[in-house]
C-alpha cells in the first residue's frame, strides 16, 4: 500500500503479501579474478587493429568502460576538441539511459579520432564502415581466442574491467573518482 510506483489498477487485486517472497534469491557467484600485470600486457599486445581490438583497447585505456556501451558510440558523440565520448548507460534500474560523459586520454582518444577519419558514418565501433555497430558478443569470443592462442588463464570481460579498477586503486584513484569513470552505481 505504501509502493506509489505501482500501477493503481492493482488495488482491484488486493494483494496484501509477495506470494514469492519465501523463496529463495538465487546466488549469483560473483568474479574474483583479477589479471597480473604480466596477463594483461600479454593481452594487450595480442590485440590488433580490427574494430573489435580497437574497441577492446579503447575500453582498456579509458579505465574498462562496460563493452555494450562503448560498442553503442555513434559518431555524434565524440568531441574531438575536448576528447570526451558521450556514452549512455543503462545498467540498473533506471527508464532512461543516464549519460555517462567519458574523457579520453592520448591513446584512446588517438583511436578514436582514426576511426572517424577513416568512417565517419553512425556507429563508431563497426565492421562495416559505421553502417552497423560490433555486436557485444564479439568482445567474448575475441577474448576467448587470444586466450586461446596465448595459452593464457580463461577470463572474460569483467575480470578485464575489475582488473583496470583494481590498478586504478593502486595508482591512488579513490573510490568516488572510480566509482564515476567506470559508471557505478550513480544515479
Not at 8 to 22: G, K, L, T
Not at 117 to 141: C, L, M, Q, V, Y
Request: proline share 5%.
Amino acid at each position: 500500500p505504501f509502493d506509489a510506483s505501482l500501477p493503481s489498477e492493482f488495488i482491484s487485486f488486493q494483494i496484501s503479501s509477495n506470494p514469492v517472497e519465501p523463496i529463495p534469491a538465487i546466488a549469483v557467484n560473483a568474479g574474483q579474478r583479477v589479471l597480473t600485470e604480466d596477463e594483461l600486457k600479454t593481452f594487450i599486445t595480442a590485440l590488433g587493429t580490427t574494430p573489435i581490438d580497437l574497441a577492446i583497447k579503447v575500453a582498456l585505456f579509458s579505465g574498462g568502460q562496460r563493452m555494450a556501451q562503448l560498442l553503442r558510440a555513434e559518431a555524434i558523440h565524440w568531441d574531438p576538441q575536448n576528447r570526451t565520448l558521450l556514452l549512455y548507460d543503462g545498467k540498473g534500474k533506471r527508464r532512461n539511459a543516464r549519460e555517462h560523459l567519458l574523457p579520453l586520454q592520448e591513446t584512446a582518444a588517438g583511436i578514436v579520432a582514426g576511426i572517424m577519419e577513416r568512417h565517419p558514418e553512425k556507429w563508431i565501433f563497426s565492421n562495416d564502415g559505421g553502417k552497423t555497430p560490433i555486436h557485444g558478443a564479439n568482445t567474448g569470443k575475441r577474448i576467448s581466442q587470444i586466450v586461446a592462442d596465448k595459452k593464457m588463464t580463461d577470463f572474460d570481460y569483467r575480470d578485464i574491467r575489475r582488473t583496470c579498477e583494481t590498478m586504478l586503486a593502486g595508482l591512488g584513484v579513490g573510490k568516488d573518482t572510480r566509482a564515476q569513470l567506470l559508471s557505478h552505481g550513480i544515479s
